[in-house]
């Protein structure tokens, strides 16, 4: 599939790459320790990143004082699996070169349903600062050459954890599989409990 660089236009829909207007440096120090194995590793909260300056900083020009959590989704993967979304933006720090998948909320049928044909690939170079926005549809970065990645992820506290109480009435509620999280899977990732509405190929890159 065509990728394109997340400084080309068509970024424009997903998101913006904010790589000027904040120095990361102490983070990418952090991220550039933790692990990136084979497989991908997900965890919502680092204390170390947590404390940086920066992690202030971020809460208050990016999420308007609310407060926030800073964790990190690394490793290797070459597939989309599924696409999630938030009900707010999420801001991405790529400590190593990296590929996203993603699409738009406003694609999603009736039946929640997607087509994976209309998802677009954009590579991130390694020390870009970038904001998704919360109609953007993501998963896990995808690896470039194979190789790992390393890649932080902010999102307001408590985003991804368990859910306290399962709600029934809407028909969007069968998505929610976490805190923020609402997740439509293709029926080759198995992943337990998911809604499988992804249609057509499960995209590899």
Not at 29 to 58: F, G, N
Not at 98 to 117: N, V
Not at 164 to 182: F, I, S, Y
């Amino acid at each position: 599939m065509k990728i394109m660089n997340i400084t080309d236009a068509e970024y424009s829909a997903y998101g913006r790459v904010l790589t000027d207007h904040y120095d990361v440096k102490d983070v990418l120090e952090v991220m550039s320790k933790t692990e990136a194995p084979d497989h991908v590793v997900y965890y919502p909260s680092i204390e170390e990143m947590e404390v940086l300056p920066i992690a202030k900083v971020i809460s208050e020009s990016l999420f308007g004082g609310m407060p926030i959590q800073m964790g990190y989704c690394n490793g290797t993967c070459n597939k989309l699996n599924a696409v999630e979304y938030h009900r707010c933006s999420e801001i991405g720090i790529a400590q190593t070169d990296l590929i996203l998948l993603l699409g738009k909320q406003q694609d999603i049928e009736e039946d929640f349903t997607y087509d994976t044909s209309k998802i677009e690939a954009f590579f991130v170079p390694a020390g870009t600062v970038y904001e998704m926005y919360a109609t953007t549809l993501h998963y896990a970065p995808s690896s470039v050459d194979g190789k790992p990645y390393r890649n932080v992820v902010i999102l307001p506290k408590g985003t991804n954890e368990d859910l306290q109480a399962v709600p029934t009435g809407a028909p969007e509620d069968r998505l929610l599989v976490a805190v923020n999280k609402w997740l439509i899977a293709h029926e080759e990732a198995k992943i337990e409990g998911a809604f499988n509405g992804l249609k057509g190929e499960n995209v590899t890159v």
